[in-house]
């Protein structure tokens, strides 16, 4: 049984920083975890993604130099270190798995979702 559970969320001050956790379990094999967000009344976009093994890791454009994920893979967790952040990242934020080792921000490739967690980025 596959889980995967977000922590991490919050409100913060423009400016300020914040750490996404997320922890996935039930796989015996490679996988990839990937990052979305969802702002109100907007899709759910991709914000960066990385392949257990490290292999592969993606972000979106807009997020590069801003964002950073990494991973400890001894404990099944992917961090998204956010920032310098502005109140246009307030969304929540989702963590989401798929099996193998292609990372990639399409949400329809991926399986298994989290409840999400709220940023709030406001002074």
């Known amino acids: 049984q596959v889980q995967v559970v977000e922590s991490g969320g919050g409100l913060v001050q423009p400016g300020g920083s914040l750490r996404l956790s997320c922890v996935a379990s039930?796989?015996?094999?490679?996988?990839?975890i990937g990052w979305f967000r969802q702002a109100p009344g907007k899709e759910r976009d991709g914000v960066s993604c990385t392949t257990m093994s490290g292999i592969n890791i993606v972000y979106r454009e807009s997020v590069k130099g801003r964002f950073t994920i990494s991973r400890d893979s001894a404990k099944n967790t992917v961090y998204l270190q956010m920032n310098s952040l502005k109140p246009e990242h307030t969304a929540v934020y989702y963590c989401?798995?798929?099996?193998?080792?292609?990372?990639?921000?399409?949400?329809?490739?991926?399986?298994?979702w989290g409840q999400g967690t709220q940023v709030t980025v406001s002074s």
């Open positions: 989401a798995t798929r099996r193998g080792e292609t990372c990639d921000l399409v949400r329809a490739n991926y399986d298994y």
């Open positions: 039930g796989f015996t094999n490679e996988y990839t």
